[in-house]
């Protein structure tokens, strides 16, 4: 079993910034990429950000220069750095991995429980 944990969702003002965390525990032999997507009621969940084993990053077009997505490898960590936060960007965030329990074992999805973002104007 593989268990992702989020924290540090909360209610800001415009301008202000947040740290997302997310961490995965239980049976890991390996995690591929890590990444956020974030979900407004009525709407599809979407990508925000993505991080490779190799740190390779990518973004969001509107989030690009603002969120910033790092991991510690030894925590099987991933973070969240959002600056400059807009009202827009107020929605649900899902942390995920893409994780094998075995050598021989492909990856397997699996998805935080979510946090939420409150951003206000």
């Not at 740190?55 to 400059?84: C, H, P, W």
Request: hydrophobic letters at 30%; charged letters at 15%; one cysteine or more.
């Amino acid at each position: 079993q593989v268990q992702l944990a989020e924290y540090g969702g909360g209610l800001v003002q415009a301008g202000e910034s947040l740290r997302l965390s997310c961490g995965a525990s239980g049976s890991i032999f390996t995690i591929n990429h890590m990444g956020w997507y974030r979900q407004v009621p009525g709407k599809q969940r979407e990508s925000v950000a993505a991080i490779t084993s190799g740190g390779s990053t990518n973004y969001e077009d509107s989030v690009k220069g603002r969120f910033t997505i790092s991991r510690d490898s030894a925590k099987n960590t991933t973070y969240l750095q959002m600056n400059s936060l807009k009202p827009e960007d107020t929605a649900v965030y899902y942390c995920y991995a893409a994780i094998s329990s075995l050598a021989t074992q492909p990856p397997s999805f699996y998805w935080g429980q979510g946090t939420r973002v409150t951003v206000s104007s």
